[in-house]
């Protein structure tokens, strides 16, 4: 299994990046995926997921009406949408699946595969 995260990069606050995240070597459909971020210094955070029967949920304290997650099983792709950014938005970016994971435990991160995180940076 791999998940390979791309879209990361520099945008001002007030700007908008999606974030994609391409999984190869299981069936994508059956597996829920989560977006978490880990900033320097901070400890790892749940950002989004979804299960695999497209139950979704965002960290709302954090994201609430900024980000956006979504999937296309056709492509075996995840994603997420992040809206109005926020210098405090930055961080490195990590997509993670794992099978059989239902709505409530979205949010614990340990998931069974990892991407290798992709940075995102907002300047002020």
């Known amino acids: 299994v791999q998940l390979q995260a791309s879209g990361g990069g520099l945008v001002q606050a007030g700007g908008s990046l999606r974030l994609s995240c391409a999984a190869s070597g299981l069936t994508f459909s059956r597996y829920a995926m989560g977006w978490f971020r880990q900033a320097p210094g901070k400890e790892r955070e749940f950002v989004a997921g979804?299960?695999?029967?497209?139950?979704?949920?965002t960290n709302a304290d954090s994201v609430k009406g900024r980000f956006t997650i979504s999937r296309d099983n056709a492509k075996n792709k995840g994603y997420l949408q992040m809206n109005s950014l926020k210098p405090e938005d930055t961080a490195v970016y990590y997509c993670a699946v794992d099978y059989g994971r239902i709505l409530s435990t979205l949010q614990r991160d340990d998931y069974e595969y990892w991407g290798q995180g992709t940075l995102v940076t907002v300047s002020s």
């Open positions: 979804f299960t695999w029967s497209g139950s979704s949920m």
